[in-house]
């Protein structure tokens, strides 16, 4: 099939060359010449672990990528809309989704054969129907339904593993305003055998995406409120109580022969300092926003937005417990990162801890084995070093706070032994066994 994918950000660049992968003739368009030329050359203008080989081993062979995007689309079949939504705080910014309807309709005034138009990036309900459509129709005076469809079809991909989350996908999600839409989205998606494909209309496929992100958020946070309830009384470790709540054969299944599985589900039902990233937080806000407007107060979500901005404070509060007066401590400030496998700092916990312990005068060491560039952007002063490694940044501190679930802070414990003043360490995602230290502190113990 002929397929344009306008905008060749994460999503749009990461489906244009997975979905040429699988067999499809794509361009991506985007109007910025420079990263048009980058593609052109099999050379991705974001990292994402496994888009360059497969951007190099299909770029010239069924891919290509053009500013032009009225070539793109009256050569197409189907145009996927895939630009950035900002956030400005309380609303998602539709201007580059409005902007492409309005140029994709004035292609389609012109175009004879019948296209279909999908919204792929993340946008609240009815925006497909009551804000690209009517664009659509305006700028090419015809009719949706007749002469184009239009659908809406989410995307599932997880930073870090997006190529493997686009290739093996769990379910594929879409919505159109009729049948021969939805007919043209699964004849797109039948390169996918053995996958749950789930057609439905424009709004649910909307709805559907910010519901299963607001939910691994739900989790997250109910979680970490339970681990402060468990701090707040003392003798109580919220691992063992989540460890214990894993065990209910509806979280982890057991099979016939005995064994049981663990759904990476229940990671999310672990406490810590906080999820960000440039999605939950965004999308849950964006969803009780939403929902206020439209008198449906979303009053759990909210709830999940207080208890996660508080979150990366009680980290702070732990440091206190030990050390009233933080001026001139000396701490280790582990993982910049929002989460593991990623240089990606967007709403991440540690940057406000960050802020926060500077702002106290203390001293920070900081290290990511890959975020510390994009985090000293933000994070600057003669107060904070960014050091090389993990056992140089250990070096003379009173206090560790473990902020990411990096695997290489696995070893910090060895890297501690036989210090004669061992630091105090408060791990942010528990992922130490809390003897393996001499002095251990953390969330939810
Ligand atoms: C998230 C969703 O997981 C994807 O399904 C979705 O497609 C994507 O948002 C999106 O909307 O584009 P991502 O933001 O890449 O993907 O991050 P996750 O790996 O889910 O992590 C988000 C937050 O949850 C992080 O702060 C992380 O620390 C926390 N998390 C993650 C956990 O608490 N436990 C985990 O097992 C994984």
């Not at 050359?41 to 672990?49: F, N, R, V």
């Not at 919204?119 to 007749?146: F, N, R, W, Y």
């Not at 056992?391 to 060895?414: C, H, K, Y």
Request: with cysteine; proline share 5%.
């Amino acid at each position: 099939m002929k397929i344009s994918v306008v905008g060749t950000g994460y999503v749009g660049l990461v489906s244009g060359v997975c979905l040429a992968e699988k067999g499809h003739q794509v361009t991506c368009v985007d109007i910025d010449p420079a990263k048009v030329e980058q593609i052109n050359q099999g050379i991705p203008p974001i990292y994402e672990a496994g888009l360059e080989a497969l951007l190099r081993k299909n770029i010239g062979h069924g891919l290509q990528a053009t500013t032009d995007l009225r070539s793109a689309v009256m050569e197409s079949e189907l145009s996927l809309i895939a630009v950035g939504t900002p956030f400005d705080g309380q609303h998602i910014d539709l201007k580059y989704i409005k902007a492409v309807a309005e140029q994709i309709g004035t292609v389609l005034r012109q175009k004879d054969h019948y296209h279909v138009v999908v919204v792929k990036s993340t946008v609240v309900p009815g925006t497909t129907d009551d804000v690209v459509l009517p664009i659509l129709e305006a700028a090419s005076g015809k009719k949706a339904g007749e002469s184009f469809g239009v659908g809406m079809n989410p995307e599932f991909l997880k930073e870090g593993e997006a190529i493997a989350d686009f290739m093996n996908p769990d379910r594929i999600v879409y919505g159109g305003i009729d049948a021969k839409t939805n007919g043209v989205l699964q004849e797109m998606y039948s390169v996918f055998s053995d996958v749950d494909q789930l057609a439905t209309n424009c709004k649910t496929a909307e709805m559907i995406k910010y519901t299963a992100n607001s939910l691994l958020a739900t989790m997250i946070s109910f979680s970490n409120e339970i681990g402060n309830l468990c701090t707040a009384v003392g003798g109580i470790d919220v691992v063992e109580v989540m460890q214990g709540v894993h065990l209910d054969k509806r979280l982890s299944p057991i099979l016939a022969d005995g064994r049981r599985i663990t759904p990476a589900f229940t990671t999310y039902l672990e406490a810590g300092c906080g999820f960000g990233g440039s999605c939950f937080p965004k999308d849950v806000k964006a969803l009780v926003a939403y929902g206020a407007q439209r008198s449906s107060p979303m009053q759990i979500l909210d709830a999940v937005l207080q208890v996660n901005a508080d979150q990366p404070e009680r980290m702070v509060t732990l440091l206190k417990k030990h050390f009233p007066e933080l001026s001139g401590l000396k701490i280790a400030l582990l993982g910049l990162a929002f989460k593991p496998g990623t240089d990606d700092i967007r709403e991440s916990p540690s940057i406000p801890v960050a802020q926060a312990l500077l702002d106290a005068g203390a001293v920070v060491q900081a290290f990511d084995p890959i975020a510390s560039q994009e985090a000293s952007h933000v994070l600057s002063g003669d107060r904070i070093t960014f050091c090389p490694d993990l056992s140089q940044t250990l070096n003379g501190v009173d206090a560790v706070l473990l902020m990411t679930r990096w695997a290489e802070f696995a070893e910090i414990p060895s890297l501690l032994a036989g210090l004669e003043q061992p630091p105090l360490v408060i791990d942010g995602r528990r992922m130490l066994p809390k003897h393996s230290v001499p002095r251990y502190e953390g969330i939810g113990l």
